[in-house]
Each structure stands twice: as C-alpha cells, then as structure tokens.
C-alpha cells in the first residue's frame, strides 16, 4: 500500500520561501507510470493543482504559479519537494502531495496534507 | 487556466440520484477523455471516485458513474446515502499538459 506524508514548516512569513517534502513508501518513487505532484487547497475553497515531476526530473507546473514554483525529486530517500517562493496570505492553505498515473489525469493516492500559514 | 465550472451545491434526499455538471473547454473536458471526480470529507484528503470520464476503482460503489458530453462531464450518485454528504471535485488534463480541477461542489443530502 503506497503512502504519502508531508513535512515542512507549518508557519511561512511573508515573502520568504515555502519549502515541503513529501516522503513516500510502500512504492518506489522511480517507478516510470507515475508523476508525483502538489496540489493546495485553500481555507474553504477548492483544490489547486501546483504541478507534478517525474522521477527523470522533468517538471510541469501550473501556468499562475509557474514564475515561483520549483519541484526537484530525490529518488535516493524515496522524496520529492516543493518550494514556493515570495509567498503572500494568498498562498496560505492545505498543500498536498499525491502520486498521478501518467496520461489518464487521476490522482490515486493523496497525503494527509499540511496546513502552510503565511503570516508575519 | 481557468477553473472548471462546477454548481456550488446541490442536495437530495437518501434512495434519490443527483447529478453534478463540470464544464470546460475544448482545451480541457471536450478535448480529452480524461476526467476524474474526488470526494472531499471534511478534513480529508480527496479520494478518487470516478477515472477516464466513467471508470470506477476498485472498491467505489457501483452508485457513482460519469459521463460526457461536448464540454460538459456529469457525475451521478444513484441511492443516496448520508454517507455521500460530500465535496466533489471534478478534474481533467489540458493542452497544455497541466492539470485543472473544478471549484467544487458541496453535496447535502437532506
């Protein structure tokens, strides 16, 4: 049974970089049918797809975040990670990470998540 | 990219169906066959329900079914159950290899 969990900072100030890893096991992260994403949701409103990485490192990001969004992969301790630059109250929400099967857009396992605050 | 468009709530009461829309463009749902629907309870991650506009994983009640048309993806739930109370997203591939989801829609069952 695949398993994802997040980790990182619950508390950003504005500005400053957003920085998440998401730990998976029970699955090998190299496995070539899957992309393995972020996704957000802010309080009370709906799920933002950030965008997803494969495990050779090539990357595909949502186009309004695309100017602060970089995803890297570690394929060595089973992770891969966000990081969100100049982050403002707006990026305050529940990041995600869930592994996607390539080319049929669905998304079969999810993290817990973790609320991210942006706060001074 | 934008959002695709979801009712904001719907409602129903238990044993009837209920239908939730999810339109986009023909950049997004018209283009592709690849629509997914998730179910959000509160606090939860979302779970997969309904893959490739109409095929359901293994373990999601036969009571949950998609379709298509044009622009235009539906999701049923037959037999309401109080268990359904729910958000449900709809969610689809574009063509610009990026992923979109609708806005949600919060289903009461009365």
């Known amino acids: 049974q695949v398993q994802l969990q997040e980790s990182g900072p619950g508390l950003v100030k504005p500005s400053q970089t957003l920085s998440l890893t998401c730990t998976v096991s029970?699955?090998?992260?190299?496995?070539?049918?899957?992309?393995w994403s972020w996704i957000r949701q802010p309080p009370g409103k709906g799920l933002e797809w950030i965008g997803y990485i494969y495990y050779s490192g090539s990357t595909y990001y949502n186009p309004s975040l695309k100017s602060r969004v970089t995803i890297s992969v570690d394929t060595s301790k089973n992770q891969f990670s966000l990081k969100l630059s100049s982050v403002t109250a707006a990026d305050t929400a529940v990041y995600y990470c869930a592994r996607a099967m390539i080319a049929i857009n669905l998304f079969d396992y999810w993290g817990q998540g973790t609320l991210v605050t942006v706060s001074s | 990219q934008s959002a695709l468009t979801q009712p904001a709530s719907v409602s129903g009461s238990p044993g009837q169906s209920i239908t939730i829309s999810c339109t986009g463009t023909s950049s997004d749902v018209g283009g592709y066959n690849y629509v997914s629907w998730y179910q959000q309870h509160p606090g939860k991650a979302p779970k997969l329900m309904i893959y490739?506009?109409?095929n359901r994983p293994s373990g999601v009640s036969n009571r949950f079914s998609g379709s298509k048309s044009g622009n235009t993806a539906s999701l049923t739930i037959s037999g309401l159950q109080a268990e359904d109370e729910a958000d449900y997203y709809c969610s689809s591939y574009t063509s610009s290899s990026a992923v979109v989801f609708g806005g949600g829609t919060k289903l009461t069952v009365l």
């Open positions: 029970g699955g090998s992260i190299s496995s070539g049918d899957y992309y």
């Open positions: 490739e506009v109409s």
